[in-house]
């Protein structure tokens, strides 16, 4: 007997959607600096980022910053963080990698979103390079650029996660809490004070999560 086409050409169908499976719900997407930060934001189908606004970067004394991007996860039922991960291009972490460690476990342990940080190697060298390609000057539009960085980082971590089925990059550590957002698709398990996140409900494997730390923010220039 020939097999079955038509039941293969199902199968790999179901594979192949499996691979582009994006978690329903609108992300925001941190580009951290030392004067600034960008906010990026995607639309609640999680397909496509766009540039929001730039938040003045605060003392961690202050938290202004964190408040400013608390109070943005309720105006735009945000149900997940990410937040951008300087590395050099060889992998490794320097100065700004800390810095945006620190801010994520600050904000992480600020809000009730899971958060979460993405490799965003040469994110702010493409947001400037496209501003100028619009004919926008990169130096006198700092803040512009800040956003388009973020929405970069933001837009990198959907298609990472469309592409692999998975959630993007490692899980920070924050507080303990029992769903994330209105859609009831995020949840953390919580041991103690060692929190571990666990952003995909569903529970993908591979998935490193970012101990938690001392909160301290280095300041880093960028």
């Avoid at 994006?22 to 496509?48: E, F, Q, T, Y």
């Avoid at 309720?74 to 972490?93: A, I, Q």
């Avoid at 933001?154 to 996660?161: G, R, S």
Wanted: hydrophobic share 40%.
């Amino acid at each position: 007997m020939e097999p079955d086409q038509g039941t293969a050409g199902s199968d790999s169908g179901d594979e192949a959607a499996a691979g582009s499976v994006v978690r329903p719900g609108a992300r925001l997407g941190i580009d951290v600096g030392s004067v600034r930060v960008g906010v990026a934001v995607s639309d609640p189908r999680a397909s496509l980022a766009v540039p929001l606004e730039t938040v003045p970067r605060a003392s961690a004394r202050s938290g202004a910053d964190l408040d400013r991007i608390r109070g943005l996860l309720d105006e735009y039922d945000v149900v997940e963080v990410v937040v951008g991960l300087p590395r050099s291009l060889s992998g490794e972490e320097g100065p700004a990698a800390e810095a945006a460690r620190a801010f994520a476990k600050r904000l992480a342990r600020r809000i009730d979103r899971p958060v979460r940080l993405v490799d965003e190697r040469l994110s702010t060298v493409a947001a400037a390079r496209d501003l100028r390609s619009a004919g926008i000057d990169a130096r006198r539009g700092r803040t512009v650029v800040d956003q388009a960085a973020a929405a970069i980082v933001l837009q990198t971590a959907l298609d990472l996660e469309r592409s692999t089925g998975h959630p993007p990059g490692e899980a920070v550590a924050g507080r303990s809490r029992g769903t994330g957002g209105s859609t009831g698709t995020f949840a953390t398990v919580g041991v103690e004070r060692g929190t571990i996140d666990r952003a995909d409900a569903r529970g993908a494997t591979g998935d490193r999560t970012v101990a938690d730390g001392a909160d301290t923010d280095p300041q880093v220039e960028e």
